[in-house]
């Protein structure tokens, strides 16, 4: 629990190696619209040395290249706060996460949840670690 007392939501371990450089790609539920913002924290929380805004509802990919090397992403904290609408009628609701090294997946946050809230903001973090 933080000083403020509000517990911070979990953090995922996400390993990788050498190598391919390490991408996110967020994506949410078929049922559900809604925006985010990606950002990628120093180890020790204080700064953003990454940050991105984006909708779910648009043609751009939700995709983008982390730090390079790959070793430069070591300890730093990957966190998307999204907010996510729910079409009527719905309440389900999933936001996903996934850090790919090259073209594969090494790991994934994720919130799948229900609600009978109209909207939810879901916040993901994942703690980069070298394997």
């Known amino acids: 629990m933080t000083g403020t007392g509000i517990t911070a939501p979990p953090e995922e371990i996400i390993r990788f190696g050498p190598g391919a450089e390490l991408s996110v790609e967020l994506t949410c539920g078929e049922a559900q619209m809604g925006t985010y913002t990606l950002r990628l924290w120093t180890p020790d929380g204080l700064t953003v040395v990454r940050k991105a805004r984006g909708s779910f509802m648009d043609e751009v990919e939700d995709r983008y290249a982390l730090l390079s090397p790959p070793d430069a992403n070591a300890e730093h904290l990957l966190q998307c706060r999204a907010r996510v609408w729910l079409i009527q009628g719905h ?8 850090v790919k090294q090259g073209a594969t997946v090494i790991g994934e ?3 799948v949840e229900q609600t009978d809230e109209p909207t939810v903001v879901v916040d993901l973090r994942a703690r980069l670690r070298r394997a």
């Open 109 to 111: 946050a994720s919130e």
């Open 91 to 98: 309440r389900k609701y999933a936001v996903f996460m996934t």
